[in-house]
């Protein structure tokens, strides 16, 4: 018996060691690869990164968005923390019988609460094991390797249940309270000698052992990296959240090409999101371009980024990936490592024909057009991933190195080179728009400094509110507003350049760069301390990117300034507006900066009005269609994602749907319109029903 005894402790410090030495080896490999991407600047601000760690990682706050999921998720994250003193204590009973951890008097009460956390953590497998197959939630993969973690994280419980109750048998204790289910099941077996009952608990035991450590190596090996990475990339997720795009250095005479075109193009923190993603489908689900049935798929964008990170990086540093090696020689990513210790890395690819182009063949062209840089993906994302950012990257080095765009973008992005506008009207005529109205004041820096007068606000009108005919009404009421409230400000009239912000999201960082140049040089010529402007995607751009070239003005979106006056009581909405409105949250005031209260506020304060929310809204919110540079691009895939949203937002049924937004009001009025409703459900911005509410019938609303 003796013999045993030591027969089995050499058997464990074997297997555990080997388990634990193959763990290492995949994590450092992984380590490896990431830090075959761009070295790049971090702010270590260690309590903002600390503070993210208890929110969303051990407050699962983005988790639990999806309350079903993300409750089946809290029970396996606690209770796999918790049940690990649990396991320490059944494997101490293996490799010393008769003795349990050293708790004394907490034993008992130790022993009780391990097998309610087990209990949990079943409830949480079955669980899990229903939303994937019986449920077959949409977002969720099915087939055997989605269930392997349910297998593992089973058997690791139904063996410990099964092990403690034949420790009870074993060493003939009395069945107790503190361990009702071990009791239950030992009372069923109580007919076993305590021989028998002691070979069912090594047996038990060394299930147990070997799916645990089995489990450990199987985790840095799959979607369960994300254990590990994920902390990790939350930690150093960027500080701004991810709101605003890195600059390229055009002086930098060491850069071949623009842009992201390699695996080894992305910066390390990039690629340390693609070992983090959980594969939860969350982002798909509520991407616009997927929604829609467009061949984007944010989640697949990243999975298959690590999948060819890993190929890389196996023929780069000659590293298997995957272990025990001798059980997945036939892998690509093994094959590569093998193949280049005698003749280097490219030789290796090309002698296994494994040469694709990151893309074109692992991304393709129609996925990186797909995306309407809208957010919702990173939104959604329980670890962090900045899909948009990797994307953007990506058009960027299509745009800058290899010349192409799509050509509806190119004719876009040419006109606004040659006349500051993507329809390419004559920049002469863009102060034109308010001469359309006599009961408003609008004057140019110019008259102001002429007539020897001061503004406090820039009014930024953008390319739609001084070209297009819908929009110049938005900028009409929000500039009659500003008369009424007593605010002064001024226009840059045929001066003002386009704000950069579609050529930033389509790729062409050149042609963005050189126009927010332009604009700060402008802005600092005319002493501008404050701007305001109806356009969320300038209001994006000033506030959160051009900073990084040195821009340094206040910047308010008009429902901001808006909602300030009418708390000021410097506009009072004193005519009732009876309609039964909807807010569309835009995707550029709202995910990237968080305004939702103003808009909404506003029409709080105007008299007759009913708000409704659409199910979508706020963060939620799904997209117009008209982010990333995508409004200058026929749709041609799927359904139209304004008209999907213009579904969504008629299950409320609204009188008016409004907006804060240019762009979203186009789009949203082009989806009544598809829809047919346009006779019955009317689309303003807020500053048109504003308006309305403090001037009466004076003030006339155009849909």
Known sequence: MKELFWINWFAFLVVTAYAISLFVYVVRTRITYIKLGKKTEFDNNVKKRLNNIWINVFGQKKLLKDKKSGLIHVMFFYGFILVQFGAIDFIWKGLAPSSHLPLGPLYPGFKSFQEIVTLIILVAVIWAFYRRYIEKLARLKRGFYPSLVLIFIGGLMLSV??????????????????????????????????????????????????????????????????????????????????????????????????????????????????????????????????????????????????????????????????????????????????????????????????????????????????????????????????????????????????????????????????????????RKEKENWRDSREDIFVPTIKEMKKAGEDFEYLFWVGSMGAFDNRSQKIALSFAKLLNEAGVTFAILGNKEKNSGDTPRRLGNEFLFQELATANIAEFEKNDVKKIVTIDPHAYNIFKNEYPDFGFKAEVYHHTELLDQLVKEGRLQPRYAVNEKITFHDSCYLGRYNEVYDPPREILKSIPGVTLVEIKRHRENAMCCGAGGGLMWMEEDAGQRVNVARTEQALEVNPSIISSGCPYCLTMLSDGTKAKEVEDTVKTYDVAELLEKAVFGEEAELVS
């Open 161 to 426: 249940l099964l092990g403690n109750s034949m420790s009870i048998i074993w060493h003939e204790h009395s069945l107790t309270w503190t361990e009702p289910v071990a009791s239950s099941i030992a009372a069923l077996f109580s007919w076993m000698s305590p021989v028998a009952a002691a070979v069912v608990f090594y047996f038990s035991w060394w299930v147990h052992l070997l799916l645990l450590l089995a489990f450990l190596v199987y985790v840095p090996q799959s979607k369960h990296a994300h254990l590990i990475a994920g902390p990790a990339n939350v930690y150093l997720e960027p500080l701004d959240g991810g709101k605003k795009l890195a600059p390229i250095d055009f002086e930098d005479e060491t850069q071949e090409s623009f842009g992201v075109g390699k695996i080894s193009e992305f910066t390390n923190l990039q690629l340390v999101d693609l070992y983090a993603c959980v594969e939860c489908g969350r982002c798909t689900n509520m991407c616009p371009a997927s929604g829609t049935g467009k061949m984007l798929s944010p989640m697949d964008i990243m999975t298959k980024l690590r999948d060819h990170l890993t190929n890389y990086g196996a023929a780069v540093t000659q590293k298997q990936p995957w272990v025990p090696a001798f059980a997945f020689a036939g892998t690509v990513g093994n094959q590569l490592a093998k193949a280049a210790r005698g003749q280097g890395a490219e030789e290796a690819a090309a002698a296994l024909n494994y040469e694709p182009s990151m893309i074109g063949e692992i991304i393709t062209e129609e996925e990186l057009w797909a995306c309407t840089t809208c957010r919702n993906c990173e939104d959604q994302c329980p670890v962090m991933n900045k899909h948009v950012s990797h994307i953007i990257d990506m058009r960027r080095y299509l745009v800058l190195t290899e010349g192409k765009m799509n050509p509806d973008a190119q004719r876009a992005m040419q006109n606004i080179e040659r006349q500051g506008n993507p329809w390419g009207l004559n």
